[in-house]
């Protein structure tokens, strides 16, 4: 069987570190800041090796000023020579990458290249990148992220050898905290009954039995979660049709602690049982 290869490319500041770190666990063999037109080169190595390397991470990213008209033809040299060739774009906000950037002190690597501040440097690269980003298999988003939420997110990607299988994405959160940005389906049930004004529930999560049953004694309830379930069975065979490879489904309501967290629970485990492989994070559950 022929390799597969994930390239990780992404803004700056975005997380791609820690996702490559992610993946070299879960059994890639990583290598980063690779020249676009070495990688045919390193599939042939790895093709040669006696290591038995089926899954490689390649990270190619603006540091070098690289023409990135040479990894898209590098990866249709590898999906001709008959390799499973996937681009994983880690993004995030202009604001909060200016904040990490701050916070770190770290310099921009486009700084050099005559950006003067690191906003402008954020403006070029984000050019820089756009055909990349629109040609992504799979895009994260890390602005409202924890480094531990986004290890799951990457982990829920990429640890099973699933064949390319769709994976949708279920994540709860709270509208007060902000809207998932790459979210592909949202749905807000602010509009049903909230557990948080209920003084022995407050303090509890849409992931205990207590909160659940206050939520789910309700018909209208029950009667959003049958419709949404229904949507998704309905929607997910046609997105797997046009060849997606992740849905992200953002259920949201005002805290992000009862009733999305129980949504979103409820929508995975149906999923699951369906055999759809579904992964659930609560962004912010803990906040």
Do not use: W
């Not at 290249?113 to 895009?139: C, F």
């Not at 064949?163 to 709860?172: A, E, K, P």
């Not at 902000?178 to 022995?200: E, M």
């Amino acid at each position: 069987m022929l390799m597969e290869f994930i390239i990780v490319t992404g803004m700056s500041g975005a997380g791609k570190s820690l996702a490559v770190d992610v993946l070299e666990d879960i059994g890639f063999y990583c290598v980063d800041n690779m020249p676009p037109k070495l990688i045919s080169k390193f599939a042939e190595l790895c093709a040669q090796s006696n290591d038995k390397i089926s899954r490689a991470a390649i990270v190619t990213d603006a540091r070098g000023g690289i023409l990135f008209d040479d990894v898209f033809a590098e990866i249709a040299h590898l999906k001709k020579q008959g390799y499973q060739c996937h681009i994983l774009f880690l993004d995030a906000s202009d604001e909060v990458l200016v904040r990490r950037f701050k916070e770190t002190r770290r310099r921009h690597p486009l700084t050099d290249m005559g950006s003067q501040t690191v906003e402008e440097a954020i403006a070029t690269e984000r050019k820089m990148l756009s055909r990349l980003y629109e040609s992504a298999d799979y895009i994260v988003n890390t602005s409202l992220m924890s480094p531990s939420q986004l290890r799951e997110r990457i982990v829920g990607l990429f640890l099973e050898d699933r064949g390319r299988q769709m994976t949708v994405n279920c994540v709860s959160f709270g509208f007060k905290h902000g809207i998932p940005s790459d979210a592909d389906l949202l749905f807000d049930v602010r509009c049903l009954p909230n557990p948080f004004y209920i003084d022995k529930l407050k303090n509890q999560t849409g992931l205990q039995k207590p909160v659940q049953d206050y939520i789910f004694k309700s018909e209208e309830s029950v009667k959003l979660l049958q419709k949404l379930i229904d949507l998704l069975d309905f929607t997910i065979p046609l997105y797997q049709k046009e060849g997606k490879s992740q849905l992200v489904v953002a259920i949201g309501c005002t805290g992000g602690h009862h009733r999305s967290v129980a949504f979103a629970h409820k929508i995975n485990e149906h999923l699951v049982l369906s055999g759809v492989h579904s992964t659930v994070i609560h962004r912010d559950i803990h906040r």
